[in-house]
């Protein structure tokens, strides 16, 4: 994987963690995945990075961090329109570009449950990229930006950030079901969230619940 467009150009966020790159790269990495694979995922992943990065300043985070590992979460897309393998992928591609945090996020974003069995679409990969992705899930330690996206994730749809249920319903609608388990690990993040920030996260997000 290395037909990159823009090259890699200005460095990395502090100097003590080089595994996640600038915001105005990674800004730079999500266009040049849109050119090669346009779509509302896109758009999606700008709204994941901004509930990211609110949820984040509201918390004691680094929000420049949350804001470009939501930004990067997806970008496995840009080899083509894809289930799991855009996991596989985009974890492969920011581990290729030495970005090992974004990468781990762009792994475990689509597992709150943390199995590879959790995962809501088709499994689009070979056998044992999918054994691949069970070991690496089975020995990846996960911290708060992990459950940042993750959480942050199943809140944004393309044009706007939503409540849970209306983003869960909209998967629903669209690959037929939401496992039950799936759902309530989602609405255990959302209170973990409003703890840590002390206030609901949908009065920071302006969400309103429909
Ligand atoms: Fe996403």
Redesign the pocket.
Known sequence: MNNIIFPDIDGVLNVNDHSVPSVSNAILLLKEAEVLNPGA?VK??EN?ALAAKLIAEKCGMDSDKAYVLGLL??VGRRFGVSYLAHVYNGYQYLLDLGYNEAARIALT??FNLMVLEDYIGKFDISIEKQEELRLLLASTKIDDYDLL?QLC?AM?LPDRIADLETRMNDVKSRYGSYPQEKWDRNIELKDYFDKKCGTDIYEILNVSIK
């Open positions: 995922w999606h992943s994941v979460h997806d974003h689509s996206i994730d944004a």
